[in-house]
């Protein structure tokens, strides 16, 4: 059955505060337009087929456009701002504070802007950390540094009392929360407790996750200037590898459930061999397994290169049974098992090979932006900003169809999204590498193990939409 949506947006009440931003209300004079309520983006954009084609303008396909509105919620001058970072490191972190901070203070007039350190932490009297005051002054040259001019952490989203305890003290009327989807199922949980006291805050979240796993949204933020990095990581490697007898490169990547950003660096390298990726199962032993598959690699080309995501291959090691801070599984480390299975494969058969390991995550993670990328902060922080001073709360901002929108964060935390083996990308992919469609040796193990799996991600869906 056919999945439905819901991407209506909730408005903390009727807009009557004309903006302080002078656009234009019609076409033809030059300069750019406000966005009208009534503005949409169609979700569901392609046909499949023509002659039983609808055209389906309901809220379960229509997505509301982001972007300045001729009329706000908010009254800038009384308006106290707030923004905090969680998670783990992504790059874009500090051109989005930046971006946000900025718009605020230059476009709408705001003038206090609180940052508050160390993520959810930050909100907590316990933990020590006092907000920084935030201006174009202290962050105007942020973004040329990795991480987090705020400081992140894990954990601390479930403490929702005391977080709106704190917006409450601070008279913050709108929280800007940049993370990956726990931490927007927290700020959901944080924007619910503070309906329920009867404040007017809008909570507005800029969706944070190097491993692209947001469902609907083209991109996340940081996605791009990790795989540009990751691909010099394989080029590295690549160099190591084929200047060796039977030399192999092994490269870890980051993608705990989905493979994107080991996919995308095997297109954009050119050089890889094979990409183990979460979604996509393979064995290690038999005539169809990825060990027979490089052993005739090497007989072939005397070297090849390895890329693995982190969540790939779990199934072959013991679990680890642990969770962090995060609520995320903590997984065993593939790079290292494979490393020890390749050099013990190939030990047994007595063929020397010279065999490199490089994990280049954290390097990735902490990076400076590319320009593209830098670009996409800047506009996902200015659109954060229209959403909120107009008065929408429990939302994200991000990029659907290259055209920004404003989405519920009940939709985009309902479940990850994750590489299609049977879609376009992974069969590029595949062109890319050489390497066989699948490398199990019985395909109907892989069904069923693939069947549980699936069952296993819409119980956990389930559980995310009943909370």
């Given at each position: 059955m056919e999945e439905k949506f819901d991407f209506t947006i909730e408005q903390l009440g009727e807009c009557k505060v004309p903006s302080p931003i002078e656009l234009s209300k019609q076409h033809g004079e030059f300069r750019a337009n406000y966005v009208k309520d009534t503005s949409f983006v169609r979700y569901k954009v392609n046909v499949y087929d023509a002659e039983n084609c609808e055209n389906e303008c309901t809220k379960g396909n229509l997505m509301q456009k982001a972007g300045p509105r001729e009329y706000i919620y908010f009254n800038p001058a009384h308006v106290t701002a707030g923004i905090c970072t969680c998670g783990g490191l992504c790059p874009g972190l500090n051109d989005v504070i930046r971006a946000v901070v900025?718009?605020?203070?230059?476009?709408?007039?705001?003038?206090?802007?609180?940052?508050?350190?160390?993520?959810?932490?930050?909100?907590?009297?316990?933990?020590?950390?006092?907000?920084?005051?935030?201006?174009?002054?202290?962050?105007?040259?942020?973004?040329?540094?990795?991480?987090?001019?705020?400081?992140?952490?894990?954990?601390?989203?479930?403490?929702?009392?005391?977080?709106?305890?704190?917006?409450?003290?601070?008279?913050?009327?709108?929280?800007?929360?940049?993370?990956?989807?726990?931490?927007?199922r927290g700020a959901l949980d944080v924007a619910r407790e503070i309906e329920k006291r009867g404040l007017k805050v809008a909570v507005v979240g800029i969706p944070k996750t190097v491993d692209n796993d947001f469902v609907f949204?083209?991109?996340?933020?940081?996605?791009?200037?990790?795989?540009?990095?990751?691909?010099?990581?394989?080029?590295?490697?690549?160099?190591?590898?084929?200047?060796?007898?039977?030399?192999?490169?092994?490269?870890?990547?980051?993608?705990?459930?989905?493979?994107?950003?080991?996919?995308?660096?095997?297109?954009?390298?050119?050089?890889?061999?094979?990409?183990?990726?979460?979604?996509?199962?393979?064995d290690m032993d038999g005539p169809n397994g990825f060990l027979s598959h490089l052993e005739q690699r090497?007989?072939?080309?005397?070297?090849?290169?390895?890329?693995?995501?982190?969540?790939?291959?779990?199934?072959?090691?013991?679990?680890?049974?642990?969770?962090?801070?995060?609520?995320?599984?903590?997984?065993?480390?593939?790079?290292?098992?494979?490393?020890?299975?390749?050099?013990?494969?190939?030990?047994?058969?007595?063929?020397?090979?010279n065999l490199k390991y490089v994990d280049p995550s954290y390097q990735v993670r902490s990076s400076v932006t590319t320009a593209n990328d830098s670009i996409?902060?800047?506009?996902?922080?200015?659109?954060?900003?229209?959403?909120?001073?107009?008065?929408?709360?429990?939302?994200?901002?991000?990029?659907?169809?290259?055209?920004?929108?404003?989405?519920?964060t009940t939709m985009v935390t309902r479940k990850r999204n994750m590489v299609d083996p049977e879609g376009a990308l992974w069969?590029?992919?595949?062109?890319?590498?050489?390497?066989?469609?699948?490398?199990?040796?019985?395909?109907?193990?892989?069904?069923?193990?693939?069947?549980k799996n699936a069952e296993e991600e819409e119980r956990k869906a389930a559980e995310k939409a009943m909370k």
């Open positions: 900025r718009c605020l203070w230059y476009r709408y007039g705001v003038k206090r802007i609180k940052g508050f350190r160390f993520g959810y932490k930050g909100f907590f009297a316990d933990s020590g950390y006092d907000t920084v005051d935030l201006n174009p002054r202290v962050v105007d040259d942020i973004h040329k540094i990795g991480g987090s001019f705020l400081g992140t952490s894990r954990g601390g989203g479930n403490r929702v009392s005391d977080i709106v305890d704190s917006v409450e003290s601070l008279s913050i009327n709108m929280l800007f929360i940049v993370g990956g989807d726990g931490t927007q949204i083209d991109r996340s933020f940081g996605f791009e200037t990790a795989v540009e990095k990751a691909r010099e990581a394989v080029n590295a490697i690549h160099m190591e590898a084929v200047s060796q007898v039977n030399g192999i490169g092994v490269v870890k990547l980051m993608g705990r459930e989905s493979g994107f950003i080991a996919t995308a660096t095997a297109l954009a390298s050119h050089e890889t061999n094979f990409c183990l990726i979460p979604e996509v199962p393979f090497l007989k072939d080309r005397h070297h090849a290169v390895v890329i693995v995501a982190e969540g790939a291959g779990q199934e072959h090691m013991q679990s680890t049974n642990e969770h962090d801070a995060s609520g995320n599984k903590k997984l065993s480390d593939i790079g290292v098992y494979l490393c020890n299975k390749i050099n013990e494969y190939f030990a047994n058969k007595n063929i020397h090979v996409y902060c800047e506009r996902l922080g200015n659109n954060a900003v229209h959403a909120a001073m107009a008065g929408k709360t429990k939302c994200v901002v991000g990029l659907v169809h290259d055209k920004f929108v404003i989405i519920p069969r590029d992919a595949l062109d890319a590498t050489g390497q066989p469609i699948l490398m199990v040796n019985n395909i109907a193990s892989v069904t069923e193990r693939m069947k």
